[in-house]
């Protein structure tokens, strides 16, 4: 069986083809810039880049596109459509609804409308992928994806607000938790790495990179998770806020004439990392500046580290019994200074890391000393995987 995953943004569209046989990516591709000038499709092969440029003006051009890619006599890598068996499409907010991946609706779609109040820029963009898709391949059946459905687990303990009651029941405002795939994914790796079944795996999965979540895993399912009602809240992420005191948010509100947008742009775009430092949003970028000596960016990066730690030590709290505590993302993968510092402090609990292990980048491996109390790993995440192997569950 073969698979298209696809990431559709505002103005880009990510895709990989796989082969289910022996779950191998048969190619990858994004497109850029889709409605405005300078459009663009960039085809991964091996090493071999295709590049497509011409104007596109809407996601049913951009989707035409991958689709002339993937069937190039010369860097395609099938021959007709038709080996096409199914499209397995993100989504990023499923709503209250959502609790599991689904084949599409007509009830999905109101469903994934629905949902869009909380989403305004994602599930339309994510919508326009699919509907480009149901044009262009009428007989192939399409699969979604939810960001947000694997926490549907949580208890009301830990997704509802501290807010009047009647803002749940009628508006459905709650902690949704995002980056669902990706923890799945992790829960699942993790479980077959520590050799237990999935229902019987509690981990600590965080998921660093520009977005960052932590999820508390009980017996295989969310249990709490740092992102809320949208993906703002939480840790101190790239350009997002993050947890803040309400207050701060009506403060400058009233203070500056500051509109609902606005703040919306000024906590999604402009704060974090970037917002502290003023120097970037980029965790590599931030590190070297600190290096330099400049100490805002150091600050950011404290900063960074010690909301990662107050979340993981309340975690552990709300587990009882935690096998392993997994990092993955940009950061978590790759960061070997993040790492550590994040981990410092829990020695204390007899958690211990052995710095050779924790040396490398990448890649799947321990980085905890054999007398550690709670294992810690290095998992890299694979949320296309996820899709592709969740789609052929459904259409099979
Ligand atoms: P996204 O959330 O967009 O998928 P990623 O998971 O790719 O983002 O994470 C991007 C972040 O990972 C960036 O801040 C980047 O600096 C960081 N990162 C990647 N490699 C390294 C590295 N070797 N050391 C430190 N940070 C890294």
Do not use: W
């Not at 048969?26 to 409605?35: A, D, N, P, T, W």
């Not at 699919?130 to 997704?159: G, I, R, S, W």
């Not at 981990?203 to 998770?225: E, P, Q, R, W």
């Amino acid at each position: 069986m073969k698979i298209l995953v696809i990431n559709c943004g505002s103005s880009s569209l990510k895709y990989q083809l796989f082969n289910m046989e022996n779950e191998e990516v048969m190619v990858k591709g994004l497109v850029e810039r889709i409605g405005i000038e300078g459009s663009r499709l960039v085809q991964k092969n091996n090493g071999d880049e295709f590049v497509i440029e011409q104007a596109m003006e809407n996601h049913t051009q951009a989707v035409s596109h991958v689709f002339d890619a993937l069937i190039d006599s010369e860097n395609g890598v099938i021959d007709s459509l038709e080996e096409i068996d199914a499209v397995g499409h993100r989504f990023v907010h499923g709503g209250e609804k959502m609790t599991k991946s689904a084949l599409i609706t007509d009830e999905v779609k109101d469903a994934i409308n629905e949902a869009a109040k909380f989403a305004p820029l994602h599930n339309p963009a994510n919508l326009m992928g699919l509907k480009a898709c149901e044009e262009l391949l009428p007989n192939v059946p399409n699969v979604a994806v939810f960001d947000t459905a694997f926490h549907q687990t949580m208890p009301a303990k830990t997704y509802l607000y501290g807010i009047e009651y009647k803002y749940y029941e009628e508006d459905a405002i709650r902690k949704y938790g995002f980056h669902g795939t990706s923890h799945n994914y992790i829960t699942n790796r993790a479980a077959d790495l520590l050799e237990k079944s999935v229902e019987d795996t509690n981990i600590i999965s965080a998921h660093l990179g520009n977005g960052s979540s932590i999820t508390a895993v009980k017996n295989g399912k969310s249990f709490d998770t740092t992102m809320g009602l949208t993906p703002l809240e939480g840790l101190v992420m790239g350009t997002r806020s993050g947890d803040l005191d309400p207050a701060v948010v009506t403060y400058i509100e009233e203070k500056d004439g500051v509109s609902a947008d606005e703040m919306n742009n000024i906590l999604n775009k402009k704060s974090g990392v970037l917002g502290v430092s003023g120097v970037s949003s980029d965790f590599r970028d931030l590190e070297d500046a600190a290096k330099n000596g400049n100490e805002r960016a150091q600050v950011a990066l404290d900063m960074f580290t010690t909301r990662t730690k107050r979340y993981i030590a309340g975690y552990m709290a709300e587990l009882e019994n935690v096998d392993a505590i997994v990092f993955t993302g940009g950061i978590g993968e790759n960061s070997i200074e993040m790492r550590e510092d994040i981990l410092k402090g829990f020695e204390q609990f007899g958690i211990k890391i052995d710095p050779e292990a924790n040396n490398i980048r990448g890649g799947e491996h321990v980085i905890s000393t054999a007398d550690s109390k709670v294992k810690v790993m290095v998992i890299a995440t694979n949320e296309e995987l996820m899709i592709a192997r969740d789609t052929q569950d459904l259409v099979k």
